[in-house]
């Protein structure tokens, strides 16, 4: 292990000179060094799914050779991003590096999955840190956006390496790069939408691990929204759900759209809690609530209720701050929350 992470520190060195170098010697070798992650990458790439398609990889036999070639390519990436190499230098290579990022970080080797995590999580956050490098072109600037969003759309992902894609990939992102998408004109806006609706796609997923993290990315990235825009969101969240049963009828199934569009409230309302009861509080309860009782699937009602119970559970962690909310929610509002919270699993 040793061995591995000081051989990877010694291809950054390379790569450090590169960057301030004239020479065309030490240009040429950070190239080298690129195109090398690459072939890498793209050749592990096969075993690692091939791994994870049969589940094994944990194993008490010693680990495989391309398991510990995977955990180098892994240690260079991790300290290239470390270095703030990844948006000057490894242009290219953190694209075509992601999916395999993706297999290593399901894989069943703990090491790899750790450090293929952070690596894709460290290479997602770089971004142009001055406006010395000026001088790339925007597309070259946004390639590893460009290549999550092909991957969400388009790549046969399993649904470990959707999680990992939205969690460690798109929300540091959207988060890191926000206000640099949305300063870079229609282009960099339009992608930055269009990053942030595939999450929002995915909060209709048939998992509940992916339904999760896409939540909480996406509560993430609405906390940059205005007050207006939130109201508006909810709007469509309700949209997308459609008619519900009346009370005494029952629906035993639910489309993803809709799906996503309950996931989509409970999220909201979650935001509220973590907001301090904005003025809005009570018109995410009004639209979340409603979609608890019993007739609706089980998926959307304990999905619903564990959410009303999060939220009563951090706003009566301090007596102050219940007050507070009481006080902006009407009394209908009150009764919503107490009818459709379910069965407590904690004291108030």
Known sequence: ??????????????????????????????????????????????????????????????????????????????????????????????????????????????????????????????????????????????????EIIRLLQVAKLTHKEVEKAIFMAARPLLLSNALFLNCSGAAGAELFHGLRQLVQDSLGHSQHEVRSVAKGTLMSVMTLDSEEKIKAQLKAFRSKIGATPRRGEKQLEISDAALAGVTGLCGTLLLAADAGAPSWVGLAVENVAPYGRSGLPDVVRKEVQSTIQMFLKLQQSNQQSWKECKEKLTSSQNDLLNEFKGNLGYFS
């Open 1 to 146: 292990k040793q061995l591995r992470e000081e051989s990877a520190r010694s291809l950054i060195f390379l790569l450090r000179g590169a960057r301030s170098s004239s020479g065309a010697g030490l240009v040429a070798a950070g190239k080298l060094v690129e195109a090398w992650l690459c072939e890498q990458a793209q050749q592990l790439l096969v075993t690692l799914r091939t791994d994870n398609a049969a589940q094994r990889g944990a194993s008490g036999e010693a680990r495989k050779p391309h398991v510990l070639e995977s955990a180098g390519v892994c240690y260079v990436l991790l300290h290239a991003a470390l270095e703030r190499l990844t948006s000057r230098l490894l242009r290219e290579a953190v694209p075509r590096c992601s999916e395999f990022l993706l297999a290593a970080a399901t894989h069943e080797d703990f090491e790899l999955r750790t450090l293929a995590s952070q690596a894709l999580a460290l290479c997602s956050e770089a971004h142009l840190a001055s406006p010395t490098f000026s001088d790339v072109p925007f597309s070259q600037q946004v390639a590893p956006i460009h």
